[in-house]
């Protein structure tokens, strides 16, 4: 089944703007629901839009780059108005009501939701929400299919010269060795043509040292204003990988690799394996050192870091992967930290690619998802939460005495608490 579809029929309207050429009728799928559905005042209701498609092609034409590849780069706070303005729909509006859509990619995803508004202006109310994940480039050939024929149908009344066309030629003329550019560009939130000759610069440099996985990695966390800053903590860490230990990740690779499965989730990836890996190694899930144990089995080594940038939060470490070792480079200055960030490296170490590196990064997208989401689990286990909690809650005391016990952060209990059901009280 398409989990996202966008649906047109023309409508004939006297006139020879682009405005009168492009109406139609407009219906958004989203999952199997369709959110174009609208009840008036009156209380009628109608299940299409009758507007000018030609405003929505435009948007998606001048966002066509952010709109496929720029993440979230933190699951931290609200999305600012300049993120909104390159992922949702409303941006697209121009005085004709559209239901609130979101297209934010997640990795090999992008993650659509809609969600209930009242167009106050226009007396609507569009009143279904729906939310899928279908695979980026299953968005990507229904956004080139819808803004195409919006295209061909100004064409056909003879309206050429549009901002539309001038921006989707843009992209067409996109050359196969240019477009590895644009995805950096549209990762950073970036139109590629509005990106400085020191930015374009630095990607260039960054792609010959790092190579395309890494860079995108960068890419993905990292706002366009703050990336050369990242960049150096990037660097940093890919010269410093090679004079860790390396750490034994044999007994990983004698269990399954964890698959991902875009219908559910990324989290639940991430726990799983952790429960896998606790189980196979003999690891009780309440057994408060249970991550120290799996540390040790493994020879990886939380006591150091490597050159810390105190403002680069979103870069926490590096792993890289040969055969049956890894080398982990923890950045950040606090044990509880690099504990966590040693956490999330077995996990990427186990999902990677033989002779891969990779950036640990606070980016959402699912890996960088899983890897959290594995982390937690491993280093603050929810059956042992459970077990400490009395009828479901815990006091903000117990959460702080159970930090220092699990030798993690009390921000990671706390989430890891909440996240599964408990409750956390002040007293």
């Given amino acids: 089944m398409t989990e996202f579809q966008i649906s047109r029929t023309w409508r004939p309207k006297k006139g020879a703007s682009e405005l009168d050429a492009t109406m139609a009728e407009i219906r958004f799928l989203v999952g199997d629901r369709n959110v174009s559905e609208f009840v008036e005042d009156a209380g009628h209701v109608c299940d299409h839009l009758e507007i000018p498609a030609y405003f929505l092609a435009e948007w998606i034409a001048e966002n066509w780059w952010p709109l496929l590849w720029e993440p979230r780069k933190s699951e931290e706070g609200t999305d600012d108005a300049e993120f909104v303005s390159r992922h949702s729909i409303l941006a697209a509006q121009h005085g004709f009501a559209l239901p609130r859509i979101m297209f934010v990619p997640t990795g090999r995803t992008i993650h659509i939701t809609a969600t209930a508004r009242d167009a106050a202006f226009a007396d609507v109310r569009f009143r279904n929400a729906s939310q899928a994940s279908p695979l980026g480039e299953e968005v990507e050939k229904e956004l080139r299919a819808f803004v195409g024929a919006v295209c061909s149908r100004l064409d056909q009344s003879h309206v050429h010269g549009t901002g539309l066309h001038e921006a989707w030629q843009s992209v067409l003329d996109v050359a196969p060795d240019e477009e590895l550019f644009c995805r950096f560009a549209g990762a950073l939130g970036l139109d590629p043509h509005d990106v400085s000759d020191t930015t374009a610069a630095l990607l260039d440099r960054l792609l010959e040292r790092l190579g395309e996985r890494l860079l995108m990695d960068l890419c993905l966390v990292a706002p366009a204003t703050s990336f050369e800053a990242i960049a150096g903590a990037a660097e940093a860490a890919f010269l410093g990988i090679n004079t860790v230990d390396a750490a034994d990740i044999q007994p990983l690779l004698q269990m399954p690799t964890p698959s991902d499965n875009f219908a559910v989730p990324a989290w639940r990836r991430g726990v799983q394996a952790a429960k896998r890996l606790r189980s ?148």
């Fill in 280 to 427: 196979k190694m003999g690891v009780e899930e309440t057994d408060s050192s249970g991550a120290s144990r799996v540390f040790e089995r493994l020879g990886l080594h939380t006591d150091r870091y490597g050159e810390h940038f105190a403002n680069e939060v979103s870069l926490t470490g590096a792993v890289a992967r040969s055969d049956d070792e890894a080398r982990v480079a923890l950045l950040q200055p606090m044990l509880t930290q690099r504990r966590f960030a040693a956490a999330r490296a077995i996990f990427t170490a186990w999902t990677s690619d033989q002779h891969e590196m990779r950036f640990l990064t606070s980016a959402v997208t699912r890996d960088q998802q899983a890897s959290r989401a594995f982390a937690a689990e491993l280093t603050a286990p929810y059956a042992l939460l459970r077990k400490r909690s009395k009828h479901s809650l815990l006091t903000q005391d117990q959460v702080f005495d159970l930090a220092a016990e699990l030798q993690i952060g009390a921000d990671v209990v706390s989430k890891q608490a909440l996240n599964n059901g408990l409750q956390v009280t002040a007293s």
